[in-house]
Structures are given as C-alpha cells and as structure tokens.
C-alpha cells in the first residue's frame, strides 16, 4: 500500500466512522435525551423515533443525489464538504434547548452525512484494484467497526458522567482531522463523462416519498390515526412514490438510471440491503431504549454489552472480505442474515425480569455484569456479531464490483440510500406494531388507565418509565407491556432478515471461482 493510499482509507474510515459512531452514541444518548429534552409538539417515543428516523430518512433522500454531485464536480471537494457540514450539524445538536430543536438539527445531520458516505467508497473504489479493492473494503469495515465499537463505551460514559450532549461535540474534532488528512492526501477523481446535469425534480419527489411515508406512519400511530396532518403526509408520500419510477424512466437525466438495476448482482445487492439494513437500525435503536428505560442499564452498561458484537466485526471482516473475494459473497450474505434473525429471536425471549447492568466507573463491584446479562443478551450478542461481520465487506465489495467505475459515486450512493430508507419506511411499521402492542397490554395489566387518551399516552411512553405519578402496578403494568412490544419488534425485525437471506440466496450467482454475476 502507497503512502496516497494509507492517507485515503485514513480519512475515508475517520469522515465515514463518525457518521456511524453518530449513530451508536445515538441511540445509547435516546432515553437520556426524552427525559432531558422538553418536548410540546411530540410525545416521547415519537421524538426520540425522528431523531433516529428523520436522520436516515433525510439522509437516504440525498444520498443519491450527493453521489452524482461527488462523481461530477469531484469525490474529495464534495466530501470536505460534507466533513465540514457534518461537524458544524453535530455542535448543533449537542447545543439543542428542546425536542423539537433536535429533530430539526438532526434532519440538518442527516443532509450533511450524505456528503460523506457514498464518498468514502466511491473514493476508495477509484484508489484501489483488483484483489486489493476486496482488502481495502475488509480493512476499511473494520476499522470503521472498530469506532462504532468505541461508540457505545464512549457514549454511555459521558451520558453516565459529563452529559449526552457532549457526545454530539466529539465529533467536531474527528470530523477535523479528517479534513486535514482529505485535503492532503486524497487524490481527486471524477466521472470525466458527466453531463453536469441533476434531477432536482426527483431528488425533491424522493425526499417527499421517503419524508412523507415515514413522518405520516409513525405521528398517525401517535395520534391514534386521527391527525389530518399524518394523513396529508401519507398520501403525499404514497403518491410521491408511484411518481418517481416513472419520473426516473422519463428523464433524460435521471436521479436514479433504472439501466443500472438490469445487471442481476447490483438489483439483488441493494434489495438485500434494504430489508437487512432496516432491520439493523430498528434493532439497534429499539434495545438501547428497552434496556436503559425499562430494564434499567445505565448508558455505560448499555454500550458495554455489546462491546463482543463489535469486537468480531472488527478482528473478521479483513479476512471475509478477502476470503469473499476469492470464492465469493453469495454464501456470506445468506449466512449472515440468518445468523443475525436467530441472534433476533433469542431476544423475543427477553423475560420481563430481566435484571439490567448497573455499570459505573466509581464503583467496581458493578464491572461483573448480573448472571441474566450471559443468559438472555450475551447470545444474541455474539450471534448478531458473527452475523454482521460475514456480511458487511461481501455486500460492499460485491456492490462496487457489479457496476463501472465511472459510476462509483452513483451507485454507492443507490445502495446507502437504500440502507438508510429501510429504517424510516420498515421502521415505521415496527413503530405501528410497538405502540398497538404496548397500549393493548398496558391496557390489559392497568385497565384503570384510558389509554387512547392523550394525557395517559404522554405519561406511558412505550420502551420508556413512566412519566409523572404512577402506582407500582401501573409501572409493573408499563414494563411488561414495554418487554412484549420489544418481543415484537424483533420477531419483525428476523422477519427482515429472513427476507435479505432469501433474496441473496435466489438473486445472487456463483460463476466460475465464485463470482457473483
């Protein structure tokens, strides 16, 4: 590996590992944020759902279109860009006065982080070739993996000690030397054959689809599908989205080049990330809520446990992604899915009295974690761990693989859009299923609570305490129905996984040493 070479994946795997080291502060940050944070417009669990889903939704909606913009006026400016942008959005968040505020600066997060992500790959793709491309996107997913590991630890010490909000700020500093290491080291490179002009149409006609289905399914859940507003949404989001293939088919630039998706590994690719990716994010946001605002973790606690899960992300994914490119990733994108849904559905047995991890720095007694961390999480744990490490360098370098270099940028962007669009779209549904579990069993163990009222709503979020004055069996009755909305929530999400095997298994083919075609 060249000098320019070490530089680039240096500051690809710092700018793109801070979007996903967002990500897992997040959602150890979301139960301290819905306590701190006074919210007016929006119950508890509907905010800390947008902060997550409107992140994703924004950035899936822009992805697309930063990839043309990286592949025509040039990978490395478009990707300051977004390191700058994405700095400036996080000191935003960190500074946030209520709930509201929040979600608006982290729909702002999510335009800069679309800057940043198809731009690493992209420009990793035009930096290496051959077997070492395979190496580079091994050694690329496991050091990002490695500070999304570091993510939770470090998030849920400064939520335990100085405060969520300082986990927004840490990223200023990353994101700046990432910058320094782009703009002195990073070789630019563009599509020379663009034609400089961009779909604003459909790039605007995606957000409405992929904004409208998300935000109008989970406030018409929220709202007891009595909202207008959710309504109006939901039709613009339903229409923006029978709208836009047909946009796409007609342009003479299109947003999306559906002549794109006639090559069989690149269509079954992104379908798979689709279901496999919403289920990623769903799984991860919903467990770091039950666990911190139901089974009592603390935030430290609740990023430990999955330290094993990030750890054989880490130490594997250089060797699958070289093996992958020997023999092939047909095998590894079943495998791992279904690796991840049995990993899902030993949390579907998650038992309400579950006793959580009360960790703290200042006291040592609580470093052994209680017995029913080892025998309802530490298996899931490991199973999800195994699960992910065998699918994330085979999807990517099977993706950047199935596609022509010239539209590295573009087809990067397709696929990220992709993962992230199946959180709001498939996370909503999740959401619709939770609520309607949690308030009909509430119902059933409190049946003195009115839980179609608004006022009982606010009190008894779902996978969070109870707010204001609760009796004992009230909040006994809450935890209960919290645990069986997250059984839900899993069973729904291996559902997905499920799905992403079948899809991998039927859609992608082994020709010759193994190579998808």
């Not at 990286?70 to 400036?88: C, N």
């Not at 613009?236 to 007609?250: C, D, E, Q, Y």
């Not at 999800?384 to 085979?394: K, Q, Y």
């Not at 129905?481 to 298994?505: D, I, N, P, R, T």
């Amino acid at each position: 590996m060249t000098p320019r070479q070490r530089w680039t994946l240096i500051a690809t795997i710092i700018g793109s590992g801070a979007v996903f080291l967002d990500g897992t502060i997040v959602n150890v940050a979301l139960p301290r944020m819905g306590r701190d944070l006074p919210a007016t417009l929006v119950g508890v669990l509907e905010g800390q759902t947008y902060v997550v889903n409107g992140y994703l939704a924004v950035l899936a909606a822009l992805l697309i279109l930063a990839g043309a913009l990286s592949d025509h006026y040039g990978r490395r400016r478009i990707y300051a860009i977004g390191l700058a942008s994405f700095g400036v959005t996080s000191a935003l968040c960190g500074l946030a006065p209520t709930m509201e505020w929040m979600i608006v600066f982290r729909l702002l997060q999510g335009g800069a982080g679309a800057l940043l992500v198809p731009g690493a790959l992209s420009i990793i793709t035009q930096t290496f070739e051959g077997p070492e491309r395979g190496r580079a996107f091994g050694i690329w997913a496991a050091a990002t993996s490695a500070l999304v590991l570091l993510g939770p630890i470090i998030g849920g010490l400064l939520v335990d000690t100085i405060g969520w909000r300082v986990a927004f700020l840490l990223n200023v500093p990353l994101l700046a030397v990432a910058l320094w290491a782009t703009l002195g080291h990073v070789q630019e490179s563009r599509d020379r054959e663009a034609a400089g002009h961009f779909d604003w149409i459909g790039s605007f006609v995606a957000a409405i689809a992929v904004g409208g289905l998300a935000f109008g399914l989970i406030r018409v859940q929220e709202r007891e599908w009595a909202d207008p507003v959710a309504w109006i949404a939901l039709a613009l989001g339903v229409a923006a989205l029978v709208v836009f293939p047909i946009l796409m088919a007609r342009s003479e630039h299109p947003l999306v080049p559906l002549g794109l998706f006639r090559t069989r590994a690149f269509a079954t690719i992104n379908l798979a990330t689709f279901f496999l990716y919403g289920a990623l994010y769903v799984t991860f946001s919903y467990q770091g809520l039950l666990f911190q605002g139901v089974l009592g973790y603390t935030a430290l606690g609740a990023g430990a446990v999955g330290v094993p899960s990030g750890i054989l992300l880490t130490t594997l994914s250089t060797r699958v992604g070289t093996l992958a490119g020997r023999i092939g990733a047909r095998r590894f994108l079943v495998t791992g899915p279904l690796l991840m849904a049995a990993a899902l559905l030993w949390y579907a047995r998650l038992p309400v009295d579950s006793a959580g991890w009360k960790l703290t720095i200042d006291q040592p007694s609580t470093l052994v974690p209680p017995p029913s961390v080892f025998t309802d999480v530490l298996p899931s744990i490991l199973l999800f761990g195994t699960g992910i490490s065998l699918v994330v360098a085979p999807l990517t370098s099977t993706l950047m693989g199935s596609i022509p270099s010239r539209f590295s940028g573009l087809g990067s962007a397709i696929n990220n859009a992709l993962s992230r669009v199946g959180s709001p779209l498939l996370g909503a549904i999740v959401f619709i299923a939770i609520s309607a579990t949690f308030y009909a069993t509430l119902k059933a163990g409190a049946p003195e609570l009115d839980v179609t009222a608004t006022a009982v709503r606010h009190a008894f979020p779902p996978l969070n305490p109870p707010h204001g004055a609760a009796t004992p069996a009230e909040v006994m009755a809450a935890r209960v129905a919290s645990v069986e909305a997250f059984h839900q929530a899993m069973l729904l999400g291996a559902g997905l996984l499920g799905v992403a095997a079948a899809v991998s298994w039927f859609g992608l083919r082994e020709v010759g040493a193994g190579v998808e075609a």
